[in-house]
């Protein structure tokens, strides 16, 4: 079950930015080509779609503080994935 959630959870800014990219001009307007984006897409999703959501009026501070809330997230994913690669557990 948790798994199952776990794997939602990580799925879930692709198919916002996906949808964005389909639907609106969000993702053009925050950025220039299209190399940058799909990075984010496969690399760092949720500070992609945070970036998309934020970026047009510029940044703020508290946008700020959103965005390295969302790096951070992503960053833990890498994390936590390398370290139950070490560990040896398949759960």
């Known amino acids: ?13 692709r ?5 964005m990219w389909l639907f609106n ?3 053009s307007g925050a950025f220039d080509g299209v190399l940058l984006p799909l990075a ?6 949720w500070t992609t779609l945070i970036y998309v959501l934020v970026s047009p009026g510029g940044l703020n501070i508290y946008e700020t503080v959103f965005l ?3 790096a951070g997230a992503d960053i ?12 040896g557990h398949s759960r």
């Not at 198919?15 to 949808?19: G, I, K, P, S, T």
């Not at 984010?40 to 999703?45: I, S, T, Y």
């Not at 890498?78 to 560990?87: H, L, Y």
């Open 68 to 70: 390295i809330i969302a």
């Open 25 to 27: 001009d969000r993702v």
């Open 40 to 45: 984010g897409f496969f690399l760092m999703p």
């Open 1 to 13: 079950m948790c798994c199952w959630l776990l794997i939602g959870f990580a799925f879930a800014p």
């Open 15 to 19: 198919v916002a930015l996906f949808l």
């Open 76 to 87: 833990g994913v890498w994390g936590g994935g390398a370290r139950k690669r070490r560990s």
